[in-house]
């Protein structure tokens, strides 16, 4: 059963440029949530879909936004990159229900100089 | 608002010594409990699971006990391996005030785990 799979693995980008990141979830899984981890500030909540709808966003400026597809596959853009960009973007699939816990890809690395 | 808080790392053991990571929370309603793992280089792995009070998650040696009383979710493993180096996550998912969580994990600040031979 393949697991979740984010594309790219890795980006370098330069500020001021605008970025898409990919995630195609569990066969199956209708929820997709996006994190972003940094070393200073940890794994913080961006947004999470279902059945493309945003149900809940994170404290992020608008410059993160995202979408879902009807296949449940997943993009998120960030738009004016900053240096503090730079991090781990994690996507994240479930069914939906809290019983089955949430399913990481293994994240795209984003660099931002 | 909801949050997790994970002891200070990073923890430093050798081959088949107990392990224990603590880890309080606090949380609006009834929160979900989860312990994720990260190796180097890779996403999150979920370790082990609590959905309500008193349930015990486990996992490759790994246990956890939900106790709402102390709001704890304290990992465990009675004899650790090499091959459990990697950062330790706690995280919950809480009820927002419409009684649905929708894929907010709150995360603790993540645990350094080294284990020599």
């Known amino acids: 059963k393949a697991g979740v799979t984010q594309t790219p693995r890795y980006l370098i980008k330069t500020r001021g440029q605008q970025v898409t990141l990919s995630c195609s979830p569990i066969?199956?899984?209708?929820?997709v949530s996006w994190y972003q981890q940094t070393p200073g500030q940890g794994l913080q909540f961006l947004f999470e879909?279902?059945?493309?709808?945003?149900?809940n966003k994170g404290n992020f400026p608008g410059r993160f936004s995202g979408r879902q597809f009807s296949n449940s596959r997943s993009e998120m853009n960030v738009s004016t990159l900053e240096l503090g960009d730079s991090a781990l973007y994690l996507c994240a699939s479930s069914f939906g229900s809290t019983a089955y816990g949430y399913t990481f890809g293994s994240g795209t690395r984003l660099t931002v100089v | 608002g909801n949050s997790v808080t994970q002891m200070e790392g990073p923890v430093t053991l050798s081959e088949e010594a107990f392990l224990t990571i603590n880890c309080t929370y606090t949380?609006?309603?009834?929160?979900?409990l989860f312990w994720y793992v990260q190796y180097p280089g890779e996403g999150l792995q979920l370790l082990l699971k609590a959905t309500k009070a008193d349930d015990k998650g486990s996992n490759k040696g790994f246990e956890a006990t939900y106790r709402k009383e102390t709001t704890s979710f304290h990992l465990e493993k009675g004899s650790v391996q090499v091959s459990d180096s990697a950062v330790y996550f706690c995280a919950l998912l809480a009820p927002n005030a419409g009684g649905t969580s929708y894929g907010k994990l709150t995360f603790g600040q993540g645990t350094i785990l080294t284990v020599h031979p």
């Open positions: 066969s199956g899984h209708r929820s």
């Open positions: 949380a609006t309603g009834y929160p979900s």
């Open positions: 879909y279902f059945s493309e709808t945003q149900r």
